[in-house]
């Protein structure tokens, strides 16, 4: 696995990730689809590290694929629940728009939703389901692992407010279809 990073607008600084690139990536001169990992919360800005037994995984099926398992918080911010809270912090728009745009401009991807799957564990399950509903023209594949559903503080036991009725919308799962409700 290597550790990289890119800018984000989104959340004004830099943003890294953990990336593995199947065997024979050097040489093959092929595209290859992507499968974005997001990790639990509350979390540190390191938690990113560590995505080897999915790589190993994804090496074990003989499924050539790049992995990239993302930053998800930040030291002052451990529990933003994958969401878009305002300027500087809007983890949504960076992980499901930012990152993807970045990946596929600076590796051999398939580009688009044919080739992304989002998968995440426990809060990253919940952003995982969150961000790719909210983007269903980016994402073929979605997977959430022990997620929820509704944003919660980091205790799990209480839903979060976020301060109007169309922002806890926004956040709910179960209603991020439905999108004109959070409007």
Do not use: C, M
């Amino acid at each position: 696995l290597l550790e990289r990073s890119y800018h984000s607008e989104a959340l004004r600084g830099q943003v890294g990730f953990e990336i593995y690139l199947p065997p024979g990536y050097a040489h093959s001169g092929k595209r290859y689809p992507v499968v974005y990992f997001l990790h639990g919360l509350p979390a540190s800005s390191r938690s990113f590290r560590g995505a080897s037994a999915f790589a190993e995984a994804l090496e074990a099926a003989g499924r050539p694929a790049i992995l990239i398992g993302p930053q998800g918080a930040r030291d002052d911010d451990s529990d933003p629940e994958y969401i878009d809270w305002g300027t500087g912090r809007n983890w949504e728009t960076a992980l499901g728009t930012e990152l993807p745009r970045y990946v596929d401009a600076h590796y051999r991807t398939i580009p688009g939703r044919r080739g992304r799957a989002l998968v995440g564990l426990s809060a990253g399950g919940y952003g995982a389901a969150l961000v790719a509903l909210h983007r269903l023209s980016a994402f073929s594949v979605i997977e959430s692992w022990s997620g929820y559903f509704e944003a919660t503080d980091p205790s799990g036991r209480h839903k979060l407010d976020l301060g109007s009725g169309g922002a806890n919308a926004l956040a709910s799962v179960p209603r991020a279809g439905d999108l004109k409700a959070a409007l």
